[in-house]
């Protein structure tokens, strides 16, 4: 048997094309206080893995769990959102007694209006990022305060 001292060590040159992989493996190496040999051979035990290591400095993958934790949040945000309007629907309509005049076709056509007015201004003031938006929607759906207008 070959003791490991008695092997001479491979040897492997490289040659770089893209230089940002040179200058974040000459990074590496530096961070690491190795030689840029030593991190280079790392780099390569790392990417020989079957599940890498993940490097606490790469970008994508804070990126990547930045974007997990936002849309975490976010669903727990729609959840509590969509809680609310169940409430807020269940008080509303056991307080508002139904009536005949609700079967009204021009009071249910008013209504109809005033919600599209309504989708709108919040659809304007979400892409405007504020409510002068809204104001504009506003004004411009003035004219359809009582009834809906006849189709044109």
Do not use: C, W
């Not at 609700?102 to 007015?117: C, G, N, S, Y």
Request: glycine content about 4%; cysteine-free.
């Amino acid at each position: 048997m070959t003791r490991q001292d008695a092997r001479p060590t491979p040897r492997v040159q490289v040659y770089f094309e893209n230089p940002k992989i040179e200058l974040a493996l000459r990074r590496e190496a530096r961070a690491g206080r190795l030689t840029l040999s030593r991190a280079a051979e790392r780099a390569i035990a790392r990417g020989l893995q079957r599940r890498p290591s993940a490097d606490p400095e790469d970008r994508l993958l804070n990126l990547e769990r930045a974007l997990r934790d936002h849309m975490r949040a976010m669903a727990r945000d729609m959840t509590i959102v969509q809680e609310l309007m169940v409430e807020f629907a269940r008080a509303f309509f056991s307080r508002l007694p139904d009536t005949m005049a609700d079967q009204d076709p021009l009071l249910r056509a008013a209504v109809e209006a005033r919600i599209e007015r309504l989708l709108d201004a919040a659809a304007a003031r979400i892409i405007a990022g504020g409510a002068h938006a809204a104001e504009l929607i506003r004004d411009n759906g003035a004219r359809t305060a009582g009834a809906p207008q006849a189709a044109e």
